[in-house]
C-alpha cells in the first residue's frame, strides 16, 4: 500500500524538458490573441509563499529560494507577469487576526526580512535553528514565530543588532554606513516612529493619552516649538540607545531586502505591486497631527485624513512617494475614499457624512507617482479600488455610463457579480470601457472563492446563463462545479489587464479570509509540494489550466477557426496537463515490479541457504 500511494503521488503530467519552449510560445500567443496583451497579475501575499522544510519559519518571504521558483513556476505555466503583494506594514494583532489591513502606511513589518540573509558574524543561528525546528506547520501562516515582542525573530533580530553596535569589522562598517544613508532619505518618517517606539516601551502603552504632556504632543506645532521637540529627542535617545536604533534597523533591513526581492522579480521579468493602504496608525496621528480631523474616523474606525489641509495633502504625497520608490505598480485600496471619503463623527458608529472630492486626490496621487517614476511613469500602473457600497460611492451613473474621472484610470474589478450588464469584458466593452484601463479576475483576497460562489445558487444562475452565452458553452455544463470554476477562470483571459488569487490558481482547500472571529483569516499557506497538489488538481479537472481557459477564449471567439494551427496546440497543452503522464507511471511501475522480484530472488536463495545450501546465496538481479 504504500509503494501505491507513493507511485500515484508522483503520476502527475508537467511539461518536459522538450516542451517548454513551445508551451511558453504557445500561452504567450494565445493569450495575445484573446485579449491579454497587458497584465497578468497573481495575487499572493507574501507571508502566504511556499518554503522548504530545511528552512520554513512559518511566515513566507520572497526572497526565500522556494518562493522565487514558484514565481518562476507561475510565469512558465501561467503567463503571470505581475506579483501583487499585500501591505507590508507592521501588522496589528486585530481580534484572533493578523490582516495586513492592520497595518501601517509607512514603515514595513519584520516579515519583510529575510533571516537566512543576516551576515552570520552578526548571530550565532541558535535562534533561528530552534525556530525552524519547532515549526511543524506547512499550510498555515505561524505569524507568531516572526511577528510577537518575544518571539524567535526578534530574538535573531536583537542579537544581530546588539552584535552590530559592539562589533568592529567589515561588515559593521558597511552596515552602518548604508544604514546612515537609508536614516537621511526616509527621516521625515523613521525618526518620530522611532521616537514613538521609545516612548511607547517607556510608558508601557501605545495610547498617547496616557504619556506625559510634552511627549504626548511632541510633533504638534501648536503646542510644542521645533526647539523643544528636538530638546526632548536629544534627551530620549541619550537616555534608551537601544530602541530607536534597534527599530531602524529593522527598517534598514525590511527596506533592502524588498528591494532585493523587487530585483529577482525584475530579472524573471516580473513586476512587483504594492498595496497602498487607505488607513493610518496611531503613531502616524501622533507624528502628523495637523494632517487628521480630530475626533473623527473613516468607515473602518481607523483616523481620517485631512484632505482638505495642506498638512494632509503633504502626508499622504509623503506615503505615495514612499511606495512608488517600493514598487514597479501600486494599487490604491479604498481608492474610492479618496473620492467620497465617508467620515463618522464623535465617535459615531454609523457613517455621518461624506466629503466629495471629485479627482482632486486622485491628481495628487498621480502627480507623486509621476515625480518618483519619471520618464518610466505609466498612469496605467496605478491600479484603484473603486469596489464600494452602492450609498458610498458608484463608479458609474444612472445609466450605467462611468464617471468621466474614472475613464482614464486603472480600475480592479471581480466577476462575482458577473451578468450580461456587468462584470465581464462584454459588458465593460458594451459600456464603453477602454480596455487599457480596467483589471478583471474571478476573485481577489477580499472575495468568495469560486467554490463558495458555485454554491450560492442565485447568483450562480445569473453567471452561468452570462458565461453560457458570452463562451458559447452549453447551460448545462456549467451545474458542474469543475465546468463553472474553469468557466469563471475563461473569462477574464480575454481582457488586456487580469488577475487571478494564489489559492484559486492552485486550488487550495480553506478559505483566504471568512470572517473577523476566524482565527485562520490570513493564514493560508501555500505548502512546499504545491506542484504535485497543483498537477494533482488538474488531474481531477480541478484548478487553473490557463490552456483550458485559452480554449474556451479561442472558441467564443471564433480563433479556433482563424489560428486553427495554434488551436490544435492549446488543446494539446490543455490535455498534457489534465492527464496523467502514462509513460512515466509505465515507467514507475516498472522499477516497482523489477524491485519485487530482486526481494523474491533474494528470499528464495536465503530460504534454499537456510534448507541446506553451505554456500553463500547468490542474489540474482533480474535483467
Not at 496611531?282 to 485631512?306: H, Q, S
Not at 511606495?323 to 485600496?333: E, F, G, Q
Not at 480541478?542 to 495554434?566: C, H, I, T, V
Request: include cysteine; glycine fraction near 4%; hydrophobic fraction near 35%.
Amino acid at each position: 500500500m504504500r509503494i501505491q500511494n507513493t507511485c500515484i503521488i508522483h503520476f502527475k503530467r508537467r511539461l518536459k524538458p522538450t516542451e517548454e519552449s513551445e508551451y511558453s510560445s504557445v500561452l504567450n500567443r494565445g493569450k495575445f490573441l484573446a485579449g491579454n496583451t497587458g497584465k497578468s497579475i497573481l495575487i499572493v501575499p507574501s507571508p502566504s509563499l511556499p518554503q522548504d522544510k530545511t528552512c520554513n519559519t512559518g511566515v513566507g518571504n520572497i526572497l526565500d529560494k522556494t518562493a522565487l521558483e514558484f514565481f518562476d513556476f507561475a510565469k512558465k505555466y501561467w503567463g503571470i507577469n505581475c506579483i501583487q503583494d499585500l501591505p507590508n506594514g507592521n501588522f496589528a494583532h486585530y481580534g484572533k487576526q493578523w490582516s495586513p489591513y492592520s497595518g501601517s502606511s509607512f514603515d514595513l513589518g519584520v516579515q519583510i526580512i529575510n533571516l537566512h540573509m543576516i551576515p552570520t558574524e552578526l548571530l550565532n543561528n541558535k535562534y533561528l535553528n530552534r525556530l525552524i525546528y519547532n515549526n511543524v506547520t506547512f499550510d498555515k501562516i505561524i505569524f507568531e514565530n516572526i511577528i510577537t515582542p518575544d518571539s524567535d525573530a526578534e530574538n535573531i533580530l536583537k542579537e544581530a543588532y546588539t552584535n552590530l553596535i559592539k562589533a568592529d569589522t567589515d561588515t559593521k562598517r558597511n552596515i552602518l554606513s548604508e544604514m546612515k544613508v537609508f536614516e537621511t532619505k526616509n527621516k521625515l518618517w523613521l525618526e518620530p516612529k522611532a521616537i514613538f517606539k521609545v516612548l511607547e516601551k517607556e510608558y508601557n502603552t501605545s495610547n498617547i493619552d496616557c504619556w506625559g504632556f510634552i511627549d504626548k504632543n511632541l510633533y504638534n506645532p501648536d503646542i510644542i516649538t521645533p526647539e523643544q521637540r528636538q530638546a526632548r529627542i536629544l534627551e530620549i535617545n541619550k537616555v534608551n540607545t537601544f530602541e530607536a536604533g534597534y527599530y531602524k534597523f529593522k527598517q534598514y533591513l525590511a527596506d533592502k531586502h524588498l528591494k532585493l526581492a523587487k530585483e529577482e522579480l525584475n530579472k524573471r521579468g516580473l513586476m512587483l505591486c504594492g498595496d497602498v493602504l487607505s488607513c493610518h496608525t496611531g503613531d502616524e496621528v501622533w507624528m502628523r497631527p495637523k494632517a487628521f480631523i480630530p475626533n473623527t474616523k473613516m468607515y473602518w474606525d481607523f483616523p481620517a485624513l485631512n484632505l482638505d489641509s495642506k498638512e494632509g495633502q503633504d502626508f499622504l504625497r509623503e506615503k505615495i512617494k514612499l511606495y512608488a520608490k517600493r514598487y514597479d505598480n501600486i494599487r490604491i485600496d479604498a481608492a474610492w475614499t479618496y473620492v467620497n471619503q465617508p467620515l463618522k463623527l464623535n465617535g459615531s458608529r454609523k457613517v455621518n457624512l461624506h466629503k466629495y472630492y471629485n479627482d482632486k486626490i486622485l491628481k495628487i496621487i498621480e502627480e507623486e507617482v509621476r515625480q518618483v517614476k519619471g520618464k518610466n511613469y505609466r498612469p496605467e500602473n496605478i491600479m484603484y479600488e473603486f469596489i464600494a457600497r452602492l450609498e458610498d460611492f458608484r463608479a458609474c451613473d444612472s445609466d450605467m455610463k462611468l464617471l468621466p474621472m474614472l475613464e482614464k484610470r486603472t480600475k480592479i474589478y471581480c466577476s462575482n457579480e458577473l451578468s450580461p450588464y456587468w462584470g465581464t469584458t462584454e459588458a465593460f466593452k458594451n459600456m464603453g470601457w477602454d480596455k487599457n484601463f480596467y483589471v478583471l479576475g474571478a476573485t481577489n483576497h477580499d472575495q468568495m472563492p469560486l467554490k463558495f460562489q458555485f454554491s450560492a445558487i442565485n447568483s450562480r444562475k445569473q453567471q452561468a446563463e452570462t458565461l453560457s452565452k458570452i463562451l458559447k458553452i452549453p447551460l448545462e455544463k456549467l451545474d458542474n462545479l469543475n465546468d463553472f470554476i474553469k468557466a469563471k477562470f475563461a473569462e477574464p483571459m480575454r481582457a488586456k489587464n487580469n488577475m487571478i488569487f494564489f489559492s484559486d490558481a492552485l486550488n487550495l482547500e480553506g478559505r483566504y479570509k471568512d470572517n473577523p472571529n476566524s482565527q485562520n483569516d490570513y493564514r493560508l499557506k501555500i505548502p512546499d509540494d504545491y506542484q504535485n497538489k497543483y498537477f494533482k488538481s488538474l488531474t481531477r479537472g480541478e484548478g487553473y489550466n490557463p490552456m483550458d481557459a485559452l480554449e474556451k477564449s479561442f472558441r467564443a471567439n471564433g480563433l479556433d477557426k482563424k489560428e486553427p494551427e495554434l488551436y490544435k496546440k492549446i488543446v494539446k497543452y490543455r490535455k498534457i496537463l489534465e492527464k496523467p503522464d502514462n509513460s512515466r507511471m509505465k515507467s514507475k511501475l516498472t522499477k516497482v515490479f523489477l524491485g519485487i522480484l530482486t526481494v523474491c530472488f533474494a528470499a528464495r536463495e536465503v530460504i534454499r541457504y537456510h534448507s541446506g545450501r553451505k554456500e553463500k546465496p547468490d542474489i540474482v538481479q533480474p535483467e
